[in-house]
């Protein structure tokens, strides 16, 4: 990958079509965005309940700059809204994550989740159909038996290419909790649902009987003092895992010590600043979000104003702190009013672990060069971002005079908040969900 920072302010730009939902209805608001393994292949989850799978353009020799973008690929509804009886609730249908499992074969495999169930899905595609049947016309319809006088052997015929999206496995009724986190481990063979209190093992072959690996609540309910707000497995450690907790704590957790990994094996915290105590420290400080390098050295968390990148083998302190929008520190209690300090933004690396990204308000997103320590706001909206334009930074102004760029902290929108975004696995493209629209921008030397 080319050194990322000399692009650093003229990063990405929208490929020719801008992707985006055509109403804003509440159903299409986009709750989760991942690339595969591959990159080849995007989906996207909403809080109506469906999955949006986008696939990327082959390049061809006549238009070689098309090679960036994505078009839709396959489109189906994962959940449905569901009601239980016994607690007398509601239970949404939208899309908390999607996983994706490495392609085995011509086939793709993907994990989706809404509060209470998970379930497998295969992608695949379909270009012959069979015709010639022996017992059924080409309806379908069940002949006549007494009709059949000759024995046919059934042909496959050329036809219009299909994409169907099939469920092969319902991972239900394993929790009493909303499930934040879904994760694949590494042997393939299993995957992780957290919930506020407990964290859960599958096999992918069974689907009527989970582990619990982790369960943190108390025997008396008034005693609980933090949730479970995110887990993640280790890229390539099968028996390791990490889950981040409102208290701003990472736990990483060893299957390999005991059955019940209540027990960690590091606990990293950063000891808070007296100076900086407010009443909103404890909401602030909840992380919201943790993810592993790809090397598997660091971990990422992302708390309500910063980002944080922390070294496996240093636990007392983050070896990096990035302030996403600082200039939020004053705004705290009208943003307590409004319900936006419970925003919960996610974080993403590079393909290379050298940049880090992350969401903000007023569709602004931002991203921290590691190695040059430089970064840089840019904006996700449909005025500015016209096809093959270049985004152009973005400033905040705090106080005093503002300057003809910038835009004021004031005027700020919160109710554009870009709290799901995705990277390539190995180029400079990146996904942003700015509610209901779904942007792809690339880098401009590709």
């Given at each position: 990958?080319?050194?990322?920072?000399?692009?650093?302010?003229?990063?990405?730009?929208p490929?020719?079509?801008?992707?985006?939902?055509?109403?804003?209805?509440e159903?299409?608001?986009?709750?989760?965005?991942?690339?595969?393994?591959?990159?080849?292949?995007?989906?996207?989850?909403?809080?109506?309940?469906?999955?949006?799978?986008?696939?990327?353009?082959?390049?061809?020799?006549?238009?070689?700059?098309?090679?960036?973008?994505?078009?839709?690929?396959?489109?189906?509804?994962?959940?449905?809204?569901?009601?239980?009886?016994?607690?007398?609730?509601?239970?949404?249908?939208?899309?908390?994550?999607?996983?994706?499992?490495?392609?085995?074969?011509?086939?793709?495999?993907?994990?989706?989740?809404?509060?209470?169930?998970?379930?497998l899905?295969?992608v695949?595609?379909?270009?012959?159909?069979?015709?010639?049947?022996?017992?059924k016309?080409?309806?379908?319809?069940?002949?006549?038996?007494?009709?059949?006088?000759?024995?046919?052997?059934?042909?496959?015929?050329?036809?219009?290419?299909m994409?169907?999206?099939?469920?092969?496995?319902?991972?239900?009724?394993?929790?009493?909790?909303?499930?934040?986190?879904?994760?694949?481990?590494?042997?393939?063979?299993?995957?992780?649902?957290?919930?506020?209190?407990?964290?859960?093992?599958?096999?992918?072959?069974?689907?009527?009987?989970?582990?619990?690996?982790?369960?943190?609540?108390?025997?008396?309910?008034?005693?609980?003092?933090?949730?479970?707000?995110?887990?993640?497995?280790?890229?390539?450690?099968?028996?390791?895992?990490?889950?981040?907790?409102?208290?701003?704590?990472?736990?990483?957790?060893?299957?390999?010590?005991?059955?019940?990994?209540?027990?960690?094996?590091?606990?990293?915290?950063?000891?808070?600043?007296?100076?900086?105590?407010?009443?909103f420290?404890?909401?602030?400080?909840?992380?919201?979000?943790?993810?592993?390098?790809?090397?598997?050295?660091?971990?990422?968390?992302?708390?309500?104003?910063t980002?944080?990148?922390?070294?496996?083998?240093?636990?007392?302190?983050?070896?990096?702190?990035?302030?996403?929008?600082?200039?939020?520190?004053?705004?705290?209690?009208?943003?307590?009013?409004?319900?936006?300090?419970?925003?919960?933004?996610?974080?993403?690396?590079?393909?290379?672990?050298?940049?880090?990204?992350?969401?903000?308000?007023?569709?602004?997103?931002?991203?921290?060069?590691?190695?040059?320590?430089?970064?840089?706001?840019?904006?996700?909206?449909?005025?500015?971002?016209?096809?093959?334009?270049?985004?152009?930074?973005?400033?905040?102004?705090?106080?005093?005079?503002?300057r003809?760029?910038?835009?004021?902290?004031?005027?700020?929108?919160?109710?554009?908040?870009?709290?799901?975004?995705?990277?390539?696995?190995?180029?400079?493209?990146?996904?942003?969900?700015?509610?209901?629209?779904?942007?792809?921008?690339?880098?401009?030397?590709?």
């Amino acid at each position: 990958m080319k050194c990322f920072s000399r692009y650093l302010p003229y990063i990405f730009r929208p490929p020719s079509a801008l992707l985006s939902a055509s109403c804003h209805a509440e159903a299409d608001i986009i709750s989760t965005v991942e690339f595969n393994h591959t990159g080849e292949l995007l989906a996207t989850g909403d809080k109506g309940g469906r999955v949006v799978i986008f696939q990327r353009e082959q390049e061809s020799k006549n238009q070689p700059h098309r090679r960036g973008e994505y078009n839709v690929y396959s489109t189906f509804q994962s959940h449905e809204p569901e009601f239980d009886y016994l607690k007398s609730l509601e239970i949404e249908e939208k899309i908390n994550k999607i996983r994706w499992l490495p392609q085995q074969n011509a086939a793709y495999f993907l994990l989706s989740t809404n509060d209470k169930t998970v379930k497998l899905w295969k992608v695949s595609e379909r270009d012959k159909r069979p015709e010639g049947y022996n017992l059924k016309d080409e309806d379908g319809r069940l002949r006549d038996p007494s009709m059949i006088t000759m024995l046919r052997v059934p042909v496959l015929r050329p036809m219009d290419l299909m994409v169907e999206a099939t469920p092969r496995r319902v991972f239900a009724n394993a929790h009493t909790y909303h499930i934040n986190s879904i994760s694949v481990n590494s042997d393939y063979e299993t995957y992780m649902s957290a919930d506020d209190l407990r964290i859960n093992l599958w096999n992918f072959e069974i689907t009527n009987q989970s582990f619990n690996i982790v369960d943190i609540k108390p025997a008396n309910m008034e005693e609980l003092t933090e949730v479970i707000t995110a887990a993640e497995f280790h890229p390539h450690h099968c028996n390791t895992f990490v889950y981040s907790s409102s208290k701003g704590t990472i736990r990483l957790c060893d299957m390999r010590t005991s059955a019940l990994c209540d027990r960690h094996a590091k606990f990293f915290e950063e000891p808070e600043d007296p100076s900086n105590r407010s009443f909103f420290s404890e909401i602030i400080s909840s992380i919201s979000d943790v993810k592993f390098s790809h090397s598997g050295r660091y971990i990422m968390t992302r708390d309500y104003l910063t980002v944080k990148v922390w070294d496996l083998n240093m636990e007392n302190r983050p070896i990096e702190t990035y302030q996403v929008h600082d200039y939020l520190r004053s705004k705290l209690c009208s943003l307590y009013e409004n319900d936006c300090i419970f925003d919960k933004f996610e974080c993403v690396w590079n393909g290379s672990d050298s940049v880090i990204m992350t969401g903000s308000y007023n569709n602004f997103f931002r991203m921290f060069d590691r190695n040059t320590k430089r970064d840089v706001t840019l904006e996700a909206s449909r005025e500015n971002s016209k096809p093959r334009a270049i985004l152009k930074p973005r400033k905040v102004c705090v106080g005093g005079k503002r300057r003809k760029d910038e835009i004021s902290v004031d005027s700020l929108d919160f109710s554009k908040k870009i709290l799901h975004t995705a990277w390539h696995p190995s180029e400079n493209i990146i996904a942003v969900a700015a509610t209901n629209n779904l942007y792809i921008f690339q880098d401009k030397v590709n």
